[in-house]
Nanobody, 120 residues
Framework: QVQLVESGGGLVQAGGSLRLSCAAS????????MAWYRQAPGKQREFVAT???????NYADSVKGRFTISRDNAKNTLYLQMNSLKPEDTAVYYC??????????????WGQGTQVTVSS
């Protein structure tokens, strides 16, 4: 069974940058699309970005142009480069494996996530 461990979060001022990482165990990583999600206090978890096996990317409108998703299949690691951070980006960020190489719903176990806090 795949295990996902997120890291790289922290406290940053508005306009700053962070790079999140997601280490995945198991061989499934290179065969499936991956995605980042986030959950702010009092809100439901929401989609942030996805990347297919072939490297095609899709972003939520709220982060488009500021965040970049990437993957290193040799290292079984997913990344999220976050630039021009805003206070509304404050949330716990999670990664997950998607059901198909091209996308689909998340089906891996949710990890503990990594906290991102953006101060104004």
């Amino acid at each position: 069974q795949v295990q996902l461990v997120e890291s790289g979060g922290g406290l940053v001022q508005a306009g700053g940058s962070l790079r999140l990482s997601c280490a995945a165990s198991g061989s499934i990583f290179s065969m499936n699309a991956m995605a980042w999600y986030r959950q702010a206090p009092g809100k439901q978890r929401e989609f942030v970005a996805t990347i297919t096996v072939l490297g095609n990317k899709n972003y939520a409108d709220s982060v488009k142009g500021r965040f970049t998703i990437s993957r290193d299949n040799a290292k079984n690691t997913l990344y999220l480069q976050m630039n021009s951070l805003k206070p509304e980006d404050t949330a716990v960020y999670y990664c997950n494996v998607l059901r198909r190489p091209t996308g689909g719903e998340p089906f891996g176990p949710w990890g503990q996530g990594t906290q991102v806090t953006v101060s104004s």
